[in-house]
């Protein structure tokens, strides 16, 4: 597998456990306004 490949899996599986943390522990505490510009 290419490093480019590697770096891409890295970062698809961060998202992912970043995703799981924040949506099952603490779903409350995420009160950002996306659409602030």
Do not use: C, N, Q
């Not at 480019?4 to 995420?30: H, M, N, P, Q, R």
């Amino acid at each position: 597998m290419s490093r480019t490949a590697k770096i891409a899996l890295a970062l698809f599986v961060i998202a992912v456990l970043y995703k799981v943390v924040f949506s099952g522990s603490s779903d409350v505490e995420v009160d950002y306004e996306p659409t602030e510009e």
